[in-house]
């Protein structure tokens, strides 16, 4: 399989969820460098732990931010997240089982990651920013105050 490669297409504007997407692309790759170059089962094994945890992790923190920017879709996002989350650990349970589930894997991951980012995220991505950038103000002010009670 070619490698995934990270345009500034995928790019929602938020930097920290586009430096985790591009994490998620970094773990796919090496799933993918793996499987191709005949690393152990182990190895893999701890390859796909690895993305997986990232990903789950991820998700949390991008759910995270919508319920903080009231985002009003969140629960449906969680939801989308959250199936997901079962397919892969689907593909995982195969893996543990003994079946060599890379391949089928990480075309899963390739395709998903790149129609949610697209679709899913997208529709969160005015909401989040409206918020952080309330936050970003609000620090900006209060720092102002303490500058002209304290300065």
């Given at each position: 399989m070619a490698k995934?490669?990270?345009?500034?297409?995928?790019?929602?504007g938020i930097e920290v969820i586009?430096?985790?997407h591009r994490r998620i692309v970094e773990y796919i790759n090496q799933l993918d460098d793996a499987r191709?170059?005949?690393h152990s089962r182990e190895e893999i094994g701890y390859l796909i732990n690895d993305l997986v945890d990232y990903t789950i992790s991820h998700?949390?923190?991008e759910e995270s931010l919508q319920e903080e920017a009231n985002y009003p879709f969140a629960k449906s996002h969680k939801k989308v997240h959250?199936?997901?989350?079962?397919?892969?650990?689907?593909?995982?349970a195969r893996y543990d089982k003994g079946e060599d589930v890379s391949k089928g894997l990480n075309s899963l991951l390739v395709t998903w990651l790149f129609n949610h980012i697209?679709?899913?995220d997208a529709d969160y991505v005015e909401a989040?920013?409206?918020?952080?950038?309330?936050?970003?103000?609000?620090?900006e002010n209060k720092k102002g105050l303490?500058?002209?009670?304290?300065g």
């Amino acid at each position: 399989m070619a490698k995934f490669i990270w345009t500034s297409q995928l790019n929602v504007g938020i930097e920290v969820i586009d430096q985790q997407h591009r994490r998620i692309v970094e773990y796919i790759n090496q799933l993918d460098d793996a499987r191709s170059n005949g690393h152990s089962r182990e190895e893999i094994g701890y390859l796909i732990n690895d993305l997986v945890d990232y990903t789950i992790s991820h998700f949390g923190f991008e759910e995270s931010l919508q319920e903080e920017a009231n985002y009003p879709f969140a629960k449906s996002h969680k939801k989308v997240h959250d199936l997901f989350t079962q397919r892969v650990s689907d593909f995982q349970a195969r893996y543990d089982k003994g079946e060599d589930v890379s391949k089928g894997l990480n075309s899963l991951l390739v395709t998903w990651l790149f129609n949610h980012i697209k679709r899913d995220d997208a529709d969160y991505v005015e909401a989040v920013k409206a918020y952080l950038q309330h936050q970003k103000d609000f620090v900006e002010n209060k720092k102002g105050l303490f500058a002209r009670l304290f300065g």
